[in-house]
Structure formats: C-alpha cells, structure tokens
C-alpha cells in the first residue's frame, strides 16, 4: 500500500517521504556504505576500523575525498598510499584499505598517510571508469617537464586519442589530482605507493634501488609516461614511487598474499628507503566545519 502511495505521489511530482527514496544514505555517514557496496573483499568491520576521515578534497561530481594517517611511535619515514586514482581498479581501493589495518598493527618507522579512492566519481559509476567524471586520466594530469607538448602528442600519437587516456586540457586540471599535488606538497613523503591493476607486476621511479618482488608481483619497468604520478613524483621530484599493478581489478590478492606484500614492502623500504630530515609533516587538509 505504502510503495503504491509513493508511486502515485511521484507521478504528481510531490515527494515521498525520506524512507522510500532511492538513496536513504546521507553524505554525512562517510564512505563506508558505499565502499562495502562496491568493493571486493571490504566487509563493514574493516571500513569502519580504518576511521577515514574527510579531507578539504573533493571529486568533479563533489564527493569527499577520505584519508587516514597511521603515525608510528617513532615514525622515521613519510609514506603516502594512493589507491583507486583509476576508477575501474576497485582491488586497488581495497587493497589500501586492508593496509590501513596491516599499519596500525605493523607500522613499522612510518608515518602513513593513506588516500584509499583518489577517484571516488570514477569508481562508483556503473560500470566504473578508468577517468574521472570530466572523462580526464588522473595518471597523466601531473605537471612533468614539457607536459603541454609530450601529454597531447603521446595521447594523440601514442594511444591514438583513447578517451580512456586523455590527460585533459592542462596539468593539474582535475580537483583529485589537484588535491594529491597539494598533500605531496603538505606531506613530503620519502616514498609514494600507488596502487593499480590489473598488470600483475611492479613499476618503480626514482633515485633509490626498486623492490625486486612484492609477494607474487615482480619488478617490471615499464618506462615513464608523461603526466604520469610517476614521472612527476619519482623522476622530476625525486620522491620514489612504487606502483603496485595487482592481477585483478576486480578480485583482491588472498589475505595472506595482501599480508605478504605488506611485509616485503616494509622490508624493502628498511633496506632502501632512508629518511630524508626536513620539518614536521602538515596534517591532511581537513574539511571545514560548518
């Protein structure tokens, strides 16, 4: 009786009460709802556990960009995790939100900063999107050398203008790549850590020795992109980036591969990540109250 009330209601254009609309979930509830909704292998418990928080960021469509610092007691390096900056690589996003959980147990010397979904817009399209919602590559709308040159003429020339790969009108053009630009700068981490797939290997940039394997993925260089996080952070800024290509974008690693890479990622930053000494890290930019 209540649905056939709504129906009539909606057709004569008047509003039916909060309970019986499509989307009962307010913005102000966080992201979680959505997360479990859309993501592999991410349950209630392990989204509510990683307390992320809402940063000044927003995407094109104006959704929250969410982070979380896991601070060691005696946090020696800086590492900034970036997941999900391609909307269509869902196990990227879950997978950073299972190493929220592996840090606060196994933090290491680190203080980590974790942006789990870089592309929220992208991610919870249906069918999810590579792009963002203005169609723009975030991979490849970082400010490199020569990037209004090299950008176009490598997607034009390249990839033959696939929209899929377009670096958009101008560097940093995008709110969500804007806003990484703005928290490198805020954070100074000693080592990026982007999270892809579905390639199944490692990419590494940067003035340190790469990690040879990370559980099942090995090191594969690829070679630099322009526009890409990569060659901005690792090769124009000397900040090394590793970037995981998980197997999947739609399954993540077992859990005892996710604790694997983990581990071997803390080993190898151990060996070959040094601390740079520079001042005290900014906070996350937060969103303003009111």
Known sequence: MFRCLCVTLLAAG??????ARANPVPAA???CAEFVARLPNVRPLLCQAAQLQPTAGRSVQGRTLYARDVVAPEARLRVLVVGAMHGDELSSASLALHWIQRAVETPSNAHWRFI????????????ATRVNANGVDLNRNFPTPNWARDARVYWEQRTKKDPRRWPGPSPLSEPESKFLHEEMARFQPDLIVS??????????????????????LYLDQIGIFPGSLGHYGGVHKGMPVVTIELHSAFRTPLDAEIRQMWLDLLRWMSERV?????????????RKAG
């Open 116 to 127: 789990p979904a870089l592309n929220p817009d992208g991610l919870m399209k249906r069918p």
């Open 14 to 19: 008047l509003l039916c009460p909060p309970a």
């Open 274 to 286: 040094p601390p740079e000494s520079r001042p005290a890290p900014l906070p996350v930019k937060a």
């Open 195 to 216: 999270i892809h797939a579905p390639y199944g290997m490692l990419d590494f940039d940067g003035p340190t020795v790469p990690p040879d394997r990370l559980g099942r």
């Open 29 to 31: 509830s966080g992201p």
